[in-house]
């Protein structure tokens, strides 16, 4: 590659970090990729940390030594969340959203890549913290979410299935009582996939009485895995008391009227 | 917002342009965003547009006009299409991934945002031509891969799933025959998802005899949609003639040999 100008240099490399959140890329990558010195890419790798962090919108570290690199993770500023909770909470309030028996439909944004990718960001920072080594979800509806929470973490995302299948492997299943229906349902994780000193953070598209986020956290504990924290999208207002104690979520629904054509749905994060 | 340099424009517009690909991006948006006149941010993508198709690792499109904007799609270069497959390639051929029964474990990597990332950018590219407005999958373990393809080509992902559901609304379903089993199975794909007049990319990690792919297709054209691809991660090399005519494939597996424990696969595309 022939040598490039400041300019270029930091196209590309704003190209590779954005692509690839949370991921340590070498300084030794950069330097060799555009045939530069360690000095001028030091130089770039600055202008970036402070332009994204001054902008409130990403975290940049970079470390020095032997595993030195950059890592660039994506953090929404708090008007940007204000922002993206608004326009969520219009779009899911329009009655023609309501299916028979109460529902909202939210199929679409749970599998619009731009949408989900801005909401999976917003969960993703507030458990950055808790340095989660995994995200879990469990089939289906949720896959998308918790696959660009994981992403923006820079993370594995595992989904737990009904049933076990060929294709995971040894697994590890328990029984749980699902919400509403009471019914007793399966839940199973391939071992390959879930290990035991993982620190688990679990996601999820939507909660009412909380019985499949109890069963994954059951889950995780029950392998002997630790729960870092629960994300969900969308949780009902009633019932207030949920089956688990803490999560986040992003929104509440708090009430659907399928005669008056009504839903009602508000932020649910503070700032 | 402060006036800005040319690098922090070029940082904080790289960040818009890789986090929404295929997005149509308002140069009014950019513009009040930064506070700069047209012709500076012009000038600022023209940079932009420049270092990456140089380098063969994007497409910038700049249009002008009341609709004037700017959209980015990742397109790897062909030496990095090369290199993900061969990493791909010596990552499945490991014996350890042999499961009972001959199959292969393949769940870490489509559920690792960064590899299905990199290989929903692979198959999106090839698709570009084609202009599918949506991609569709059949739950489950096509979805993390399904959703970037879609994120690559700025277009929404449409789950079929298996039984209809309340939260769809209402459904279309076919019956087709699955695979080895020779067992009729359903797949079902919510109306307020699947339009009739969508040009459809199907999606799929794993293609053996193409039952699958060929009910996907089947339940496409029963709606009256049309088909603009057939994208697959992995394809057997048996039976040759699959149920499906016309399909791309990144890799084969040519054989697995649960005595021997090995597992042939090789890359599938012509660069």
Not at 39 to 46: G, K, N, P, Y
Not at 197 to 224: P, Q, W, Y
Request: with cysteine; net charge neutral; hydrophobic share 45%.
């Amino acid at each position: 590659m022939q040598k490039l100008t400041r300019s270029q240099r930091l196209i590309h490399i704003m190209k590779i970090l954005v692509e690839r959140p949370g991921e340590l890329i070498p300084l030794r990558f950069l330097t060799d990729r555009f045939d530069a010195a360690k000095s001028t890419i030091s130089e770039d790798l600055a202008l970036v940390k402070e332009a994204l962090e001054s902008g409130g919108s990403g975290r940049v570290a970079t470390h020095a030594g032997a595993i030195g690199g950059v890592q660039y993770w994506p953090v929404p500023s708090a008007e940007e969340v204000q922002a993206s909770l608004a326009e969520l909470c219009q779009m899911l309030g329009d009655p023609g959203r309501i299916l028979p028996g109460g529902f909202v439909y939210m199929t679409d944004i749970l599998t619009d890549p731009a949408w989900i990718a801005r909401i999976g960001e917003i969960i993703a920072a507030r458990f950055h913290a808790a340095a989660p080594d995994v995200v879990l979800t469990v089939e289906t509806k949720g896959i998308p979410l918790a696959l660009m929470v994981a992403r923006a973490l820079g993370v594995p995302m595992v989904m737990a299935r009904r049933e076990g299948r060929v294709t995971e492997g040894a697994a590890f299943s328990i029984h749980y009582i699902s919400g509403s229906s009471r019914r007793i349902s399966t839940m199973t994780v391939g071992l390959r996939a879930l290990k035991r000193d993982s620190r688990v953070l679990i996601v999820d598209d939507f909660m009412k009485a909380g019985a499949t986020a109890r069963g994954m956290i059951d889950l995780v504990t029950e392998l002997g895995a630790s729960v870092a924290g629960v994300g969900i999208f969308v949780a009902t207002a009633e019932p207030a008391k949920k089956r688990i104690d803490d999560y986040v979520s992003l929104l509440t629904l708090v009430n659907v009227d399928e005669d008056e054509r009504s839903v009602v749905i508000r932020p649910a994060l503070d700032s």
